[in-house]
């Protein structure tokens, strides 16, 4: 069946609404439009009451919670209108029997966000339910939803991990792992227990769902991509393929690597998709496809798949062309123009309130290029908005080692721009003419449509550009808020690339350029490392970063300011491009950092999050046992529901408890 637009549901006469009440008879027509016209976080004002008020949002617009399991977190917040100061508090309507939420009051200051847990009982009832969070402050009502799935339990499996890096904010954290602890991760009790192998270079970081039932069989699915443009759905528990899907067109190849070693020797699916389970009839997973035709004319395209199947969903492929005002490379006519030749979709994917975000990088610096971010409808692959970093100027494009797109509560993205074009004259404290190569730059998604709000540069952004040393290596994490010693709140986030500096930045004020010095910045850590092409990982207030020939290192957060100096190192080191970790717990409770190394031979290694002690490699095993295969740089460990899981050169290497 074709996925069902939820756009339909908000136009005059409702054809999709009937068509879904007849589907659906069991959901309730206001709660469904109510979700659709207010997708993630949406405002509803139900009463005016003029001057001051406030705008009231939830931070997610769909979420999944296992029977007997906790959901991810979701934020509401409130923003004030007109100095408007007054306590607010939130009810939450058709709310499942047997899911309850934490805390289960609800109270909201304007400001300040309120992270909200969902956890479901063993007897909670399976199903969807659309759920109105109403905020109330004196006659002031606002309302937001939230589209709340509730799964039943597949044996070995409650973890979904749908995007890079485990959230948007790109923590790296799973922290519902109960099977595997600092106790039993060792080489006599854990290895290697299975190969998936696929037809190509496996770049992406793989994702995985928790009892989605195919082919009439509720079961743990992994998702893999490949250079060869294929998408695989297997078994995760047994390593059965259950479907394949090549998202080439007719008589077109996966594109040639432009003579460039970052991504070789062919480019098809090289970013990390997203899954949407609540898309649609089936869920689907969303990713971007290069290719060539037999003319010799490349491609991009998004592609929408039904999660049990592999089909293309309704309007799927969308083929990926821009334009965007500017005079720099490869413009034309007054517009910068979109090359799909040029470009590769590097970064992983982000799906936000409803929205697909891409970023896209060049072949290596092959000119001419510049810095393109994109949106995309989730319902309908229609492009709705475009944003380019480097109009007038050139190169800066979004590359960050694979490194998903990150976004905060308030729908904000955040990323590292690569080096290019920066304007050092300002207006209004922004670059006059729009560029903003080699920097770390923060873009709403206000009304969908894609603007700079901040920005920071470091004080020598132009010679750091001129000498290849720049951010775009490395990614950015949002970090949960931080509180100081006096109570105040703190919204960080942090990033690193090739300089060695390690910048932290308030959210709420960045500090935008200085030519003279970088006093503006939150907090900068200066030659902490050697260079990263990867990203952190966030655990128990503790950032953890592998840089190019040095080690995992834990810097722990004291008084909101990360510590200037490692608390703890790890004994390995990490060969070029480092690493880029992850991090599995049990609430605060056995935290293991996995990280692979990209030597010859491929080293998966597990850490003890609060020491970096080793736990296990995967050589230590007698006879090779372990041993998956030659490194592929950029691999970011995927952990879930007792496995960890690794891309390769031709595949996936599934690790585990030994039977």
């Known amino acids: ?391 007038n100027g050139g190169e800066g494009s979004i590359w960050m080692a694979g490194a998903g797109l990150a976004a905060d509560a308030n729908g904000n993205i955040y990323f590292l721009d690569a080096n290019g074009t920066f304007d050092t004259t300002l207006t209004n404290g922004f670059p006059s003419k729009g560029d903003y190569g080699n920097g770390f730059i923060k873009v709403s998604t206000t009304n969908n449509q894609l603007a700079v709000a901040d920005y920071f540069e470091m004080s020598n952004t132009v010679s750091e550009s001129n000498n290849d040393t720049d951010l775009g290596s490395g990614g950015a994490l949002v970090l949960p808020d931080i509180t100081d010693n006096s109570g105040t709140v703190h919204h960080l986030a942090v990033g690193a690339g090739k300089d060695g500096n390690i910048y932290v930045v308030n959210r709420d004020s960045m500090g935008k350029f200085n030519p003279n010095n970088d006093s503006a910045i939150y907090q900068e850590l200066d030659g902490v490392l050697g260079g990263v092409w990867a990203m952190p990982a966030y655990f128990n207030n503790t950032v953890y970063y592998a840089d190019v020939g040095g080690t995992l290192k834990a810097f722990p957060i004291a008084n909101a300011m990360l510590a200037t100096t490692p608390q703890y190192q790890s004994t390995p080191s990490f060969t070029y491009p480092g690493a880029t970790p992850s991090v599995s717990a049990n609430g605060t409770s056995n935290g293991i950092v996995w990280a692979v190394a990209n030597n010859s031979s491929a080293v998966l290694y597990a850490f003890n999050a609060g020491t970096l002690a080793e736990l296990y490699d995967s050589t230590q095993a007698a006879g090779g046992r372990d041993n998956f295969g030659g490194g592929n740089k950029f691999i970011t460990p995927m952990v879930a529901n007792g496995k960890v899981f690794v891309g390769t050169p031709s595949g996936v290497a599934e690790f585990g408890l030994l039977q």
Request: hydrophobic residues 35%.
């Open 1 to 391: 069946m074709a996925r069902l637009p939820l756009t339909d549901l908000c136009r005059p006469g409702g054809g999709l609404r009937a068509s879904l009440k007849t589907k659906l008879g069991w959901l309730a027509i206001p709660a469904l439009a109510a979700f659709c016209c207010g997708c993630g976080g949406s405002i509803a004002h139900s009463t005016s009451g003029g001057s001051p008020d406030f705008s009231f949002s939830v931070s997610s617009s769909t979420l999944s919670v296992t029977s007997g399991g906790s959901a991810e977190p979701v934020s509401l917040s409130a923003t004030a209108i007109d100095g408007f100061t007054g306590a607010i508090t939130v009810t939450v309507s058709t709310l499942p029997a047997g899911v309850t939420t934490s805390p289960s009051a609800l109270s909201l200051t304007v400001g300040t966000p309120l992270t909200v847990n969902f956890s479901a009982s063993s007897t909670a009832a399976t199903g969807t339910a659309n759920l109105v969070f109403t905020a109330t402050s004196g006659s002031l009502s606002h309302t937001a939803t939230l589209k709340l799935s509730v799964n039943a339990v597949v044996p070995g499996g409650s973890v979904d991990v749908t995007t890079y890096h485990d959230d948007v904010g790109r923590t790296g954290l799973n922290p519902n792992e109960t099977t595997l602890t600092l106790t039993n991760v060792n080489s006599s009790s854990f290895g290697l227990i299975h190969t998936f192998t696929a037809d190509g270079v496996v770049d992406a970081e793989p994702l995985v769902l928790s009892n989605l039932t195919v082919g009439g069989q509720a079961q743990n699915v992994l998702f893999v991509v490949t250079e060869n443009d294929s998408v695989y759905a297997f078994n995760a528990d047994t390593g059965t393929q259950l479907w394949k899907t090549s998202v080439l067109g007719t008589g077109e190849t996966p594109s040639d690597d432009h003579g460039c070693g970052q991504i070789s020797p062919q480019i098809g699916i090289t970013s990390t998709p997203v899954i949407d389970r609540s898309d649609g009839t089936d869920g689907a997973i969303f990713v971007v496809g290069m290719s060539k035709d037999s003319s010799g004319k490349y491609h991009q395209r998004l592609h929408a798949l039904d999660l049990t199947t592999g089909a293309e969903l309704a309007g799927s492929p969308s083929e990926i062309t821009a334009t965007y005002p500017g005079t720099g490379e490869n413009s034309s006519g007054g517009n910068v123009v979109f090359d799909p030749g040029q470009y590769a979709e590097r970064a992983g994917l982000l799906l936000l309130n409803g929205n697909l975000y891409l970023g896209f990088t060049s072949h290596c610096d092959g000119e001419p290029y510049t810095g393109w971010l994109m949106g995309y409808n989730e319902s309908t692959l229609k492009q709705t908005s475009v944003l380019n970093l480097t109009p």
